[in-house]
């Protein structure tokens, strides 16, 4: 079993910025961030691979997010710039535990909102 941690949410302009916080109980193969926003379906965002450090994003997301892994920590982040009312979410931090399995486990979620 993987726990997560999910904290940095929060209520910010557009143009602003956050980072978000995953902390995992153990190293799992991937890590990553999906959201969902009002009357739409879960979106991947970002995701990052614990061993080679690769990373993927969602077009929508390109440019503005970064993810990034702090190995001591076992800790994800979600640096979130240039933050734009469709941004807005509930952020869930997410966790493979290998390349043979999906996107398995699931923290509670933080919600992002961006005003206009």
């Known amino acids: 079993q993987v726990q997560l941690l999910e904290s940095g949410g929060g209520l910010v302009q557009a143009g602003g910025s956050l980072r978000l916080s995953c902390a995992a109980s153990?190293?799992?193969?991937?890590l990553g961030w999906s959201r969902q926003a009002p009357g739409k379906g879960r979106e991947f965002v970002a995701t990052?691979?614990?061993?080679?450090?690769?990373?993927y994003y969602a077009d929508s997301v390109k440019g503005r997010f970064t993810i990034s892994l702090d190995n001591a920590k076992n800790t994800v982040y979600l640096q979130m710039n240039n933050l734009k009312p469709e941004d807005t979410a509930v952020y869930y931090c997410?966790?493979?535990?290998?390349?043979?399995?999906?996107?398995?486990?699931w923290g509670q979620g933080t919600q992002v909102t961006v005003s206009s």
């Open positions: 153990t190293r799992t193969y991937a």
């Open positions: 997410t966790a493979r535990s290998s390349a043979y399995t999906a996107y398995d486990y």
């Open positions: 990052i691979n614990w061993g080679s450090g690769s990373t």
